[in-house]
């Protein structure tokens, strides 16, 4: 009988040596091993925060969390914890608590960052509150940039690029597919007519080169020249027209180019031999009203007026 009593006495007490091992191995972890000192923090947001939650210091455990008051300020809902640090701890007066997680899966903490000042915080002040830290919150961080991110440059940019390939796509369908069909049109229309403007300039020249001087003669064969390589260059980019559109819209300004100095130097042989043949005509005119005029020179005119009419 008296052995049972023993057995039975052994095993409660051991049983309350692991209860009283077990109360301070949760003490130690939470930081609270004797008497402790209240602080106080506020913060906007408080997720993964609870009663126990542990306080930091620079990394080292010095308390836990007691309590969470939600309380209005200003219009708007914030959370003053209240905080249990041991006893006689020196807590700087510019220190920033911030609520931290160190990893996906731990649990959340207070990290107490030890400011410069020589001041320490009396017991029942305020330590100044920090943002949210941690790997979640600079996911979320992360995360609402690359929304702002989305929302304010991307998206404005894609649709930008979106508007701007529309209007190219327009501008190719409305207007240089229209430009390049005429184009071709007037590539052709030129190589069916400018080969009988030739033809027409050779037989003007032909008539007229006993008129013209061996310059104008010169100039004109320059003309032609250039018209022929004009033709030359104008079947050319016809072809390379039809082979590619931008290098057809090329070819169409030196086209343009040259037919206007085609046009200026027509005009100028127009002229010219417009003027031959007035020259010619009034040379007609006055051999047959005096046919001497061809054997003998023109008098000079005279300061004492016309010359005397002979009578026959």
Known sequence: MINSKWNLTLVGGFVLLALASLVLTLA???GRTGSTDTYYTLYSNVTGLKFGSRVLFEGYPVGQVEEIEPFEHQGQMRFRVRLSVIEGWKIPSDSIARSTASGVLAPQTIEISAGASP???SPGATITGGGAGGLMSTVEGLAGNVDELTDEALLPLLKNLNRQVTVLGTILQEDIR?????????MAAAATQVPQILGNLERVSQRTENMLSPQRVEALGRTIDNADRTLASLRSSSQQLEQATPDALAALRELRLTLE???????SITQNVESSTRNLQEFSRQIRRSPGTLLRAPEPPRDDGPPPEVKP
């Open 28 to 30: 130690l972890l939470a």
């Open 261 to 267: 100095s085609l046009s200026r130097r027509s005009e």
């Open 119 to 121: 001041q320490p915080l």
């Open 178 to 186: 229209p430009l390049a069909q005429n184009s071709n049109k007037v």
